[in-house]
């Protein structure tokens, strides 16, 4: 394996596209995702093009595990990678994993500057070069692909660090990972770091060179551009750029600036663009958060043009300020093809065209929710379809449902709600005044399902334009150290506001479960 890749006309080189969306985006604050969201996303990044998926770390629970060795099983192209500390048990659990997959990945790591030397791993520098060689050829042992990080790169001595990517290589390791761990570097040092390691480590054209970035300063994605520059040929990101803290590169910026700007970054990637939007709002809904208005790509503003000056060169000539296209990444106008009246054949075919791929189970019970839709909704939109298509996926398994909600309003308060829900075999009824709509609707629900949960952030917004348009509502909860994020959708807004909270209540019901069995079967 060397360390640059080129198509067959050898005109560009090929970079590596390795997304860690449902391990490193998984870690970010509530996004946790349930089993088939995990599944749904890795299918999609798969079709798409993505050459690596981290799937998970599969020794952090029992649902990790279960969740790397499916998608293992199920992919048809990408390497599967399971993450693992330089543990000989995390290795052999996260080989046990991927063993599954036709090209199985450890993707191992350990930490190399002074700071995390000192404080987190509190070992020396020699002792840390054994346990990269031990573990590294450890993981050889189990798969022939092994990618090896050294955590904090950025803040290594240089000297230290060649030290240790020779030891890597030498144990087996067939991609060296130097990530910027905590968002620290800037892109001239990071091109000359991976410069620097390429041209001192011996036999390092035998290994595949990545770069993986977080966003603190700001820096991601031009640190990870930087990093190619300077010779790595993998570039570790994120959809839609989620991750710990302020998030990692996302991967639709690299994909679209290598390609945007072929004229000064003389590199492709395998993935199929179009593709992109799609996979901006699954991830979004399967995490339960919403991306912003203004973000680069798949932001809803990434292709509006509101100042007359824009608006004016737009109509003379798309390219005075669109250096690329709506379509290129998968975006088309809201178009209206389906209604009250359409079939069911007719409405598979509109999945397939959404690139939206479900079972025979799930096409009926989101085609039911057409059915629904369509009769309170005038006109029914390609959005309006995608939205319940996720909703269906994020709420498949919930014991709480909502069955009906009344809620009576306006100047004379109290507010008060009458709802109904499913759970667990009942069916429940409560009432409950409150100082709003809103605040009415969540304190039956607080009653019918007493907890302790905080709630930390409530955001509506319309799925597409008009008085009729669904409304999504985005709902945070929190209950100690477990923050869970979830979204509803309804043409009312109370409705999809009371569907928000119960999911994010069923959410954390399901993680208390997986963590007291994990206690149970430790002890």
């Known amino acids: ?43 999609l990044l798969d079709t798409m093009g993505v050459d690596i998926i981290e799937a998970g770390f599969p020794i952090a629970s029992n649902g990790d595990f279960e969740a790397v060795a499916e998608i293992a099983r199920r992919a048809k192209r990408a ?63 189990l798969v022939e692909d092994v990618e090896w990080s050294a955590m904090d790169a950025t803040r290594t001595p240089i000297d230290y660090l060649c030290r240790c990517v020779e030891a890597a290589i030498r144990a087996g390791a067939t991609t060296i ?46 640190n990870s551009l930087a990093g190619v520059e300077g010779g790595a040929r993998q570039v570790e990101c994120t959809v839609n750029g989620i991750g710990e803290r302020a998030g990692n590169a996302a991967l639709e910026e690299i994909v679209m600036a290598i ?10 990637t395998g993935i199929e663009a179009t593709m992109l939007t799609r996979a901006s709002k699954l991830v979004s809904h399967a995490t339960n958060f919403p991306v912003q208005f203004n973000k680069a790509i798949v932001g809803r503003n990434a292709f509006a043009h509101e100042s007359g000056i824009h608006q004016d060169g737009m109509l003379k000539h798309t390219e005075t300020y ?46 039911e929710r057409f059915k629904a839709l369509a009769d309170r909704k005038k006109h029914v939109y390609d959005e309006d379809i995608e939205a319940l298509v996720d909703e269906n996926l994020a709420t498949a398994h919930d014991r709480i449902r909502l069955v009906s909600l009344s809620v009576i309003a ?21 009432e409950a005044d409150g100082n ?28 597409t334009e008009g008085t009729d348009a669904q409304a999504e509502v985005s709902v945070r909860l929190k209950a100690g ?43």
């Open 1 to 43: 394996m060397t360390s640059q890749t080129t198509t067959p006309q050898g005109t560009k080189d090929r970079v590596l596209i390795f997304d860690t969306t449902l391990r490193d985006g998984e870690q970010c604050p509530g996004a946790t995702m349930t089993l088939d969201e995990k599944l749904a996303v890795a299918e």
């Open 79 to 141: 390497v599967i990678a399971g993450l693992a500390r330089a543990i000989p048990g995390d290795i052999a659990r996260a080989g046990e994993a991927v063993r599954h997959a036709a090209r199985g990945r450890i993707h191992t790591f350990v930490s190399t500057s002074p700071i995390h030397l000192a404080h987190q791993m509190r070992k020396t520098e020699d002792e840390v070069v054994e346990i990269i060689l031990k573990t590294v050829s450890q993981a050889r042992d």
């Open 177 to 222: 990972n130097l990530p910027d761990t905590v968002g620290y570097a800037t892109p001239a040092e990071y091109r000359t770091m991976f410069e620097q390691v390429r041209a001192r480590v011996p036999n390092a054209d035998k290994a595949v060179f990545s770069v993986h970035c977080h966003d603190d300063l700001g820096l991601a994605i031009a």
């Open 259 to 268: 390609r945007t700007r072929g004229d000064v970054m003389p590199y492709e």
């Open 322 to 367: 669109e250096i690329m296209t709506p379509a290129s990444v998968g975006v088309s106008k809201t178009s209206l093809v389906m209604g009250k009246h359409s079939g069911r054949a007719a409405f598979r075919s509109k999945l397939d065209e959404l690139g939206l791929h479900l079972s025979d189970n799930q096409v009926q019970d989101v085609f």
């Open 410 to 430: 306006g100047t004379r308060g109290p507010q008060r709600a009458t709802m109904k829900i499913a759970m667990d075999g009942r069916t429940l009824t409560e």
């Open 436 to 463: 709003g709509p809103v605040d009415a609707v969540f304190n039956c629900i607080k009653a019918l399902v007493p907890h302790e949960a905080e709630l930390e952030l409530y955001q509506v917004h319309a799925v």
């Open 481 to 523: 150290e477990r923050t869970m994020t979830a979204r509803g959708a309804d043409p009312d807004t109370l409705v999809a506001s009371a569907k928000a909270y119960l999911s994010a209540l069923n959410k954390l019901s399901a993680t208390a479960v997986r963590l007291h069995a994990q206690h149970a079967a430790a002890e």
